[in-house]
């Protein structure tokens, strides 16, 4: 009986060459959509967060008024203190073409040969830079066209329009992608600050606290201790920040990326599963009285569903032995490709073995699990009502449907009969029904996302009803404003708005302060 069945499957893959290409070639492709995204998935997310957390995040920072440097040091004493370091971050506009202006992030250090907290790493050029020389972080060049040595403008903190040689380009993973944000990241040094303004300090207390650096609880409890020492010693605090510990400033937006990842590699993988049950089943449809005869000469229903599960259990590890080694090679592709869009580096492109046996198991489960499902409601029947099966039973003569194709008798009679053909095996049709939708599922989300995110920035852009917004440092009479824009022609209108920042006080009266974002 082995021989037979062996005999068999042989023939049966040899009679039906083009199904089993097919289901050769969607096995491929589904283990190589799947183990991409999986494999790349594993990567990015690892790389990410080892990025991230390689710059040794500050585990609080603390906007203050009147800090020095020997204040710095005796903080560096504290009990829950592990490191801290001081810096100055502002906020202000740089050139980047003739007449164009992008909004510039300037990051501040008091030393960069000593930076332990909050790392930015050398890439290339000068380090660290001298007085009136700027360092942009890597990633603004993917939009810009800057050049080494050119001279930059830019303004920040209330400053005129001040000159900067750029001199370097600096690698900062805790920042998101300039491109993303539209804005530039640079970086000078403390001797610089003044050609900006003279009446600035390094004023933003970095900590690392000492302990468990994932624990908020012990995070906070070392703020209070941290803010009341301080007070004590005569300095402001205006406010105090606590990043989440272990995650990226931006992992949601860089999470949403990887979720869609992860969501379109299992759809590949479901799509091709869906694909071989419906090809075996139509095998299946084609031979159900030979089922009948093997039954009827000794083949046990077992022996009979271990046949038609050949297929699966053939093609399946042929399309891993193929889908896999690809699927290796192109997810360490794709995540480096991927990195570079986020800005950070992959130092390990190692995947762990559970991830492969993970990928492996899957594609050999379960296709098997759903070729079994779709197949064993004909092996199960006995021999005698296999060999008697007719293609279309009375039954099916008085089902609605197709009585109501019957009626079309305009239409040629071969279209009526490929009609009522497609709707008299429920599971087939809905298999059919089920691979067309999920294959048009997966390629209209696709364009609707697509059209959605557009749509929004449009209104976004529609509801604001204004072309040009001015962020004012101080306030200002709205009336002496108001006489200085009347006096522009080209000015249709304008409104002033006063914004204030929110915050968050804990129990403590006011001890510290989280701000609300």
Known sequence: MHNTL????????????????????????GVTGFGVVFISYNILNRELLYNYMATEPASLRIETEGLS????????????????????????????SSNKWLPLRLKIFDDFENIRIDLVTQVKGVWPPKRGEILLEKDVFTFIDFVMGQSIDLSAARSDVVPFTLKGVVHDPGEAPAHMENCVYGYISAESLSLLNKGLSLNILQILIDGDRMDESLIKESAREITAFLRKQGVTIKKVIIPRPGQHPHFSQIGAFLFIMAFFGVCAFILSAILMVNLISSILASQIKQVGILKAIGATEGQVNLYYMAFTIIFSPVGLLIGLPLSMYM????????????????????????????????????????????????????ALQLLN????????????????????????????????NAFRKKKRFI???????????????????????QKTINQEFKSRKYDIELILEENYDEQDLASIFNTFDDIESFEFIQRYKAVNRNENGGDITFPII
């Open 389 to 420: 099966f007719t293609e279309v039973t009375a039954h099916w003569k008085q089902n609605p449907i197709y009585r109501l194709i019957s009626r079309f008798n305009c239409i040629n009679r071969s279209y009526i009969l490929s009609i009522q």
């Open 6 to 29: 062996l005999k068999k499957i042989i023939g049966d893959i040899i009679q039906y060459k083009s199904r089993s290409i097919v289901i050769l070639l969607g096995m491929i492709i």
């Open 331 to 382: 997810g360490r592709v794709y995540a480096q490709v991927a990195a570079i869009e986020l800005n950070f580096v992959i130092y390990d492109s190692s995947v762990p073995v559970s991830v492969y046996v993970a990928i492996i198991a899957t594609a050999l489960i379960v296709p098997l699990i759903m070729v079994l499902f779709a197949i064993v409601d004909t092996t199960c029947l006995p």
């Open 69 to 96: 440097k020997d204040l710095v040091q005796k903080v560096k004493t504290l009990i829950s203190v592990k490191d801290a370091s001081v810096r100055l971050e502002l906020t202000g506009k740089i050139m980047v």
């Open 431 to 453: 298999y059919t029904v089920l691979i067309f939708s999920l294959g048009g599922t997966f390629f209209i989300s696709t364009y609707i996302i697509r059209e959605s995110m």
